[in-house]
């Protein structure tokens, strides 16, 4: 399914979920990253850094203010906690938390995709059992939780492909955003395999096809291809009405990719 380049950035095989498992719980009792404490913010910081925003706690101030970093932010913040920031505790922290706080600290530079860490005994096939994906703003001890009761009693031995463990986080959360060439084409490739995948396992119609759909349109506009984008976007907006109803906030926020991109668009003419 994969190019050569592709799998260099992504390896199709599955991770056991007791592996998943294990780590949530590593997280929950802080023998994994036990140095790295969250705060969210509660108020706009600054035109990057809005409420809602995932902030990385550095040096304490005199003053008992922290200073702080975010992800994609090439900027630091000082924050009071309490008042300009809360404490994000281990079990709120979000899949995307894990992928940019929790995975880099369990690869090498030599193995840069979590599963190679594993044994080969330990990993499943391609793609094999639960295929999930994009689920990163969700809570990870929620998405955990969600995968137990899918897999039930047979938890233990299930497999799932879950993109923060079988693919190169540090390249696809780089902080400077500039993927070389090789990072957008295995990022296109990975996004059309699960496209592909939702539509064998939900049918064309699921509210998660249009999720993959507006992923690749995402993708496609950022390489300034704004009339395949265009169609990704229409086809998204397609379903989501169909599916959630005119007035679900995934519809109204398809509308506004269309919307953006056609001024793009326009301003480019």
């Known amino acids: 399914m994969f ?12 991770i056991p979920f007791r592996a998943v ?3 949530y719980e590593g997280v929950i009792r802080g023998d994994l990253v036990p140095d790295v404490e969250l705060f969210e913010a509660t108020r706009d910081l600054s035109e990057k850094i809005t409420a809602g925003t995932t902030i990385e706690a550095l040096e304490a101030n005199d003053d008992g203010s922290r200073k702080g970093c975010v992800y994609y932010a090439d900027e630091q913040v000082t924050f009071m906690p309490g ?4 404490v994000k ?17 369990l690869i090498t530079t030599d193995k840069q995709i979590y599963l190679q860490h594993l044994d080969d005994a330990d990993v499943g096939g391609e793609f094999q059992g639960t295929f999930v994906s994009q689920a990163r703003r969700t809570r990870f001890g929620d998405l955990v939780a969600a995968m137990e009761a899918h897999f039930g009693d047979k938890a ?8 923060i463990f079988s693919a190169n986080q540090l390249e696809f959360t780089r902080r400077d955003k500039s993927m070389p060439d090789e990072t957008k084409k295995a990022y296109e490739e990975y996004m059309t395999a699960a496209l592909s995948i939702r539509k064998e396992r939900l049918g064309d119609r699921h509210p998660d096809v249009a999720t993959a759909l507006n992923n690749i349109a995402t993708v496609y506009r950022a390489q300034g291809r704004y009339e ?3 169609a990704y976007y229409e086809e998204a907006l397609s379903i989501r009405k169909d599916a959630l109803g005119d007035r679900h906030p995934d519809v109204a926020n398809s509308r506004n990719n269309m919307r953006n991109i ?3 668009m326009q301003a480019r003419t």
């Open 89 to 105: 505790e281990r079990h709120d922290w979000a899949t995307e938390d894990i992928a940019q706080y929790v995975v880099p600290a």
């Open 228 to 230: 395949e984008a265009l």
């Open 156 to 163: 233990e031995s299930a497999f799932v492909w879950l993109d």
């Open 3 to 14: 190019s050569t380049e592709a799998r260099a950035m992504i390896d199709p095989r599955s």
């Open 83 to 86: 008042k300009d920031a809360k």
């Open 262 to 264: 056609r001024e793009e």
């Open 21 to 23: 498992k294990n780590i």
